[in-house]
């Protein structure tokens, strides 16, 4: 614990650092598609390299979900559009 | 763009019954989209709205190429050459079609059984057992689409 600690009053944390934090592209896992497939999804729409994409195949497939891509709202949403016409659980997020 | 060789051989009875389990599962595509809906939390209806539009109708055109396909094997498969732009439909519509059946027909089986195929066949009714037929033949497709689309890609970059 701190030594000591100093009241801050109206502390200035507002809305508008939420507002600068980037967008997160994200896929969740099923037991539907094909790992073969994810992988060429992600080649196909974010254009990694087969090391790549295999990585997040795996962090979806293991941990349930990965991050792809984060960055402006607009592109964002573009991939997460690309991913779900693919049919992929994909979903955007801000980051933070 | 490459062709895409695939080899298809079926039961004629088993192709009449999955081109008709494929037509209901596509009527039900028609309406609701396989994957959920996920935008921002401030997304407003308008852009939802376009948004489900958008995906109804791109899967609409994936899932004529694959009706295309059907009607192509005839009365029990063979040899068929498809273009990558109607490779890459076929996958996305099988994927579409694979949720949907899952949603509707598998809901009790597990992720786990689903994931490894450790499935008891047995314990469906004969219709089951046809529609996870299907199920399973949507994942051949799509894996023999996959390395058929590597291997073009390998070839071109050779």
């Known amino acids: 614990m701190p030594a000591s600690t100093k009241t801050v009053e109206n502390p200035d944390t507002d809305t508008s650092v ?10 969740m896992n099923d ?34 979900k990965s991050v792809l891509w984060s960055g ?8 997460v559009y690309q991913l779900q016409e693919w049919q992929l659980n994909a979903c955007l997020s801000r980051d933070g | 763009m490459a062709e895409i060789h695939l080899n298809i051989t079926l039961n004629p009875f088993f192709l009449s019954h999955m081109r008709g389990i494929v037509d209901t599962v596509s009527r039900s595509l028609k309406r609701r989209p396989a994957v959920a809906l996920r ?78 195929g450790k499935v008891d066949f047995h314990q469906f009714s004969p219709e089951d057992q046809r529609v996870y037929g299907v199920y399973l033949f949507l994942a051949h497709l799509q894996e023999q689409l996959i390395a058929e689309l590597d291997q073009s890609a390998s070839d071109w970059q050779e």
């Open chain 1, 18 to 27: 939420a507002e600068l934090l980037p967008w997160q592209v994200i896929v």
């Open chain 2, 39 to 116: 935008l921002g939390e401030d997304a407003d209806e308008d852009l939802r709205e376009a948004w489900m539009q958008g995906l109804l109708e791109s899967l609409q055109t994936d899932l004529d190429a694959l009706n295309d396909l059907f009607m192509e094997l005839g009365a029990g498969g063979g040899l068929l050459n498809v273009s990558e732009e109607q490779a890459e439909k076929m996958l996305r519509s099988a994927s579409a079609l694979r949720l949907r059946l899952r949603e509707s027909c598998f809901k009790g089986l597990s992720e786990d059984a689903l994931e490894t």
């Open chain 1, 72 to 79: 402006e709202r607009e592109q964002a949403e573009t991939y």
């Open chain 1, 31 to 64: 037991p539907v598609n094909l790992m073969s497939y994810v992988v060429m999804v992600f080649r196909r729409v974010f254009g990694f390299d087969v090391e790549k994409a295999r990585k997040h195949m795996l962090e979806v497939h293991e941990q349930g």
